[in-house]
């Protein structure tokens, strides 16, 4: 009966600790479920691919596509979704798992404007935040985005766009929307300028602020977010982080983006 009842014991701590890890039940095999957009996706994909890897695990993932934001968060926070690169908020940081590493060596922190082609000249004039704010010019930002925070504490003028944020781009280009702008990560940039030719990517500034996007984890999977926590700050203190970025996103400092050579507008965080 004692051997009987600690077998019994013993099965229910393994169900339970398969249960409470699903991500990794399999012996060495992390399973992800990721979403986002084609670029953002395939990038956490692959920085976690690498960084759990170096800790000697292998890596499934079930690519689940695109899915705006505002949905992909509640998936997220429901365990449909188990982790996805986003800018910290304070809602974010207590809804989800943050894992406190940079994980694009804070390109996301630099943010490139498009705007519409005939404005151009009047950003010509901009040497500062004070100059920029003289021009009375409105952001149009996802309501979700922790962008909105930063720019209203650096009292610049934003419209927030609820549901799809993607309809910016043609609020933008359109005019008379409220809308004069749209900011973008430097490597978020570089990949979209070709697939908006009614925008154009303005030629001479940098918004600048030191954070960096995070990986956030669903709360429903912990054990996932241990695992991934001590996995990109390795990968950070090794320098994989920045030579993947570097890599994946290197066109930054390549025409139109070249990002090293231009004017930098420092921004405070709130």
Known sequence: MRIIGFRTAALCFIFACA???????????????????????????????????????????????????TRLEVMLKDGDVSAYILGETPERMEKFLPVRVSCTDNLMGHRILFIRPEDQPLYDTVKTLEDFKALGKTAGMGEAWGDVLIWRKNGLAVQTQPGEWKHLYNMVAAGGRGVDYLSRGAQEMAAEWREHPELAVEKNLVFV??????????????????????????????????????????????????????????????
Do not use: C, M, W
């Open 19 to 69: 249960s409470f890890f699903p991500a990794f039940a399999e012996k060495g095999t992390v399973k992800l479920r990721l979403a986002g957009s084609p670029v953002a996706l395939e990038y956490i994909s692959l920085l976690l691919t690498r960084a759990l890897e170096a800790q000697g695990y292998s890596v499934k993932i079930d690519n689940l596509g695109y899915i705006p934001t």
């Open 209 to 270: 602020y030191p954070r960096d996007h995070l990986v956030f984890v669903t709360p429903r999977e912990p054990g996932l977010h241990a695992l991934l926590e001590k996995a990109l700050q390795e990968a950070e203190s090794s320098g994989l982080i920045r030579d993947l970025a570097l890599d994946f996103y290197g066109s930054v400092y390549e025409p139109p983006v070249n990002l090293k050579e231009r004017i930098i507008i420092p921004l405070e965080l709130p």
